[in-house]
């Protein structure tokens, strides 16, 4: 199998959101697999459901496997993440926060 590169969206996102589509396009022009899960409720996130939504999606990353999140999909990997057992090997882990300014919008409790 070939290298794996994981894209995971986040808080009201979608796999087609920002730049998620453009990379999709541009690493499988490269002969990447590529993997976007649609995440689960992305308008109200539950963690768990994340957290199982990626098990199910990728369940067993190995050293071919590149992850690479965005806003709550940077919570939902490193969550995924606690849940291997400590023998796992990823190969990339990138992480892009979202900038969060005062827009008047609450980060929902649950996470």
């Known amino acids: 199998m070939g290298t ?4 995971v969206h986040g808080w009201k996102g979608n796999p087609d959101n ?13 002969r990447y697999i590529v993997i976007t ?3 689960p409720n992305p308008d109200h996130p539950k963690r768990d459901e994340g957290v199982r939504h ?14 690479v999140g965005h ?3 940077c919570i939902t ?14 190969g990339v ?8 300014s005062p827009l008047g919008l609450v980060w929902p409790k649950n996470l």
């Open 37 to 39: 899960p649609q995440m």
């Open 77 to 90: 990997i490193l969550r995924y993440f606690a849940g291997l057992i400590a023998s796992s090997r990823v």
């Open 54 to 67: 990626l098990v199910e999606a990728v369940p067993n990353p190995d050293e071919a496997t590149y992850f």
């Open 18 to 30: 920002h730049w998620f589509r453009r990379l999709r396009n541009e690493c499988e022009a490269k």
């Open 71 to 73: 806003s709550l999909g």
């Open 93 to 100: 882990l990138f992480l892009l926060p979202a900038l969060w």
């Open 4 to 7: 794996r590169i994981v894209l």
